[in-house]
């Protein structure tokens, strides 16, 4: 059975950082790309960032670009996001997904979703 698990969200003040990370099982990691999308109140999910299986290519959205960091270790099946200088536009539901598709950051190329960690940035 296929799981991911994100962890790593909470409260932060604007200006701070959260590392999210997403455990996974139940697949061959390594095949697959990872993207991190994300949720706000009343909008749809956006795909925030996302990294080929070695780690060859990654992309970001440009309201992420230069703040986020997007990495996975193969051998622990995990991917993280590392978001500094967070903004309370940053809040949402983040997700981690795998994709043995195209690389991109459209969620309908992705095969498998967490559940969600919440990130909440305050003012």
């Known amino acids: 059975e296929v799981h991911l698990v994100e962890s790593g969200g909470g409260l932060v003040q604007a200006g701070g950082s959260l590392r999210l990370s997403c455990a996974t099982s139940?697949?061959?990691?390594?095949?697959?790309?990872i993207g991190w999308f994300r949720q706000a109140p009343g909008k749809e999910r956006e795909g925030v960032s996302c990294i080929s299986n070695t780690e060859g290519e990654s992309f970001y959205v440009d309201s992420v670009k230069g703040r986020f960091t997007i990495s996975r270790d193969n051998v622990k099946n995990t991917a993280y996001l590392q978001m500094n200088s967070l903004n309370p536009e940053d809040t949402g539901v983040y997700y981690c997904?795998?994709?043995?598709?195209?690389?991109?950051?459209?969620?309908?190329?992705?095969?498998?979703w967490g559940q969600g960690t919440q990130v909440t940035v305050s003012s």
């Open positions: 139940g697949f061959t990691f390594h095949d697959y790309a």
């Open positions: 997904a795998a994709t043995i598709k195209n690389l991109g950051l459209s969620s309908d190329e992705y095969d498998y």
